[in-house]
């Protein structure tokens, strides 16, 4: 999601002269976009903060002036608090507000002029703070999408009402919200018109979507609107990304067997494999209720592979409740996981709760669980060998001459292939298997292409 706002802010900039660049070492404008998930996400903000003070001073020295800017979810939940410890920072604003960048940035820049010649020591910011969540949605301003690539990130729907008690989301990206199903096919068929064929559908909790319908009163949840996506032309893979367990409905689990564009790769976090820390944090299902949602999406869906994400260390945790999480890790066999120790957030329950877990036991808690989630990984690689997937080739690959794209089940593959191959969906044979990506060669004819789109996007 992070991604995606970045972008989006470099969509609102545009207009205003403001093109990104690679390294952040010389220039008019920085705007950190920060994560609020775990603290060390959080903690970085202040170390590269000093980095651009630096920039900042010395361009000052030169005669020019410096825009800092601090976006997203460290900026919604400690505004304050970032011009106190870093008064330089010009602009603090939430992920809900960033349509509003180019007024931020024209008061900054009055204030700017203003305090420059007799301030320069000090050297503050224009300390202009926009952390509101607007009545009216920021998608309703914000300009067309760029399409960029050949696959594109589409937020369908913001914030969270689950309240899992380990989680700042709810109060970082607040109550939940879904875009009408009208402005999300428009945007799905401006994307496809510029050459889109990959449509990754966002939410923090995407599955819980559900938007006003195009006709009638009936609202739309995500499995009717990937079938609606599905039907434009030129969008042929579909992912979405990321859903709760209790929020995988019927609709959604069967479209994972009717609708040939969702691919077969599901992003599913579990978070624990024991029901009294599921239960301790909110998760409002239980790790038999996992099982079973598995087996459902398995019978829509044989192909079917689940990653996942993993607490270890949520307070009170016990060995038997680790245990727990490890068989269920071994059951289920996600071939990919992310994994975290618990990182306590301010202003959640989970940051009050007793019983906390010693650092030390996290971290031989993590470690093993994340040799057996990497085990999981490397070993459904390995199962890959020989097979032919569809792979759209969307960038260059490591070495000269070769291209590469995600498989089906997000696995990077490289593969030689001249550029008139770059931007189709082709068929590729894997003939290698590493820890985190696959090598291949191209299996027969492209699996699909629409040459007139590859053949503007390669002299473009
Ligand atoms: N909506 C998704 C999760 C979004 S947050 C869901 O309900 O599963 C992304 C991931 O960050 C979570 O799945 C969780 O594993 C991790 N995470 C969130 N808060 C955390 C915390 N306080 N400590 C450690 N990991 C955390
Ligand atoms: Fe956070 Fe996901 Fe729980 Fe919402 S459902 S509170 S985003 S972990």
Known sequence: MNIYDSDRMKDVLAPLGYGAVDEADDVDMVIVNTCHIREKAAEKLFSELGRYRQMKEARRENGQSTIIAVAGCVAQATGAEIINRAPFVDIVLGPQTYHRLPEMIA??????????????RENPGAGIMDIEFPEEPKFDHLPNITAKGFSAFQSVQEGCDKFCTFCVVPYTRGSEFSRSVRDVLAEAENLAAHGVREITLLGQNVNAYHGAPVTGDQEVGLGRLIRQVAEIDGIERIRYTTSHPVDM???????????AQLMPFLHLPVQSGSDRILSAMNRNHSTDDFRRLHDRLMTAQPKLKLSSDFIVGFPSESDADFEATMDL???????????????????TPGATMSNCVPDEIMSERLSRLQDLLTSNQAGFNQSCLGESFTVLLDRKGRKEGQLAGR???MQPVHLQASAEYFGRIVQVRITDAFANSLTGSLDGEPASHDS??????ISA
């Open 107 to 120: 008061r900054a820049t009055r204030a700017g002029e203003r305090n420059s010649p007799e301030c320069s």
């Open 452 to 457: 007139q789109v590859s053949e503007q996007r």
């Open 329 to 347: 890790a071994r059951e289920i066999g996600f071939i990919q996981a992310y994994s975290f120790k618990y990182s306590p957030r301010p202003g």
């Open 249 to 259: 409905d019927e609709e959604l689990i069967s479209a994972h067997g009717d609708v």
């Open 407 to 409: 498989s089906p089940f």
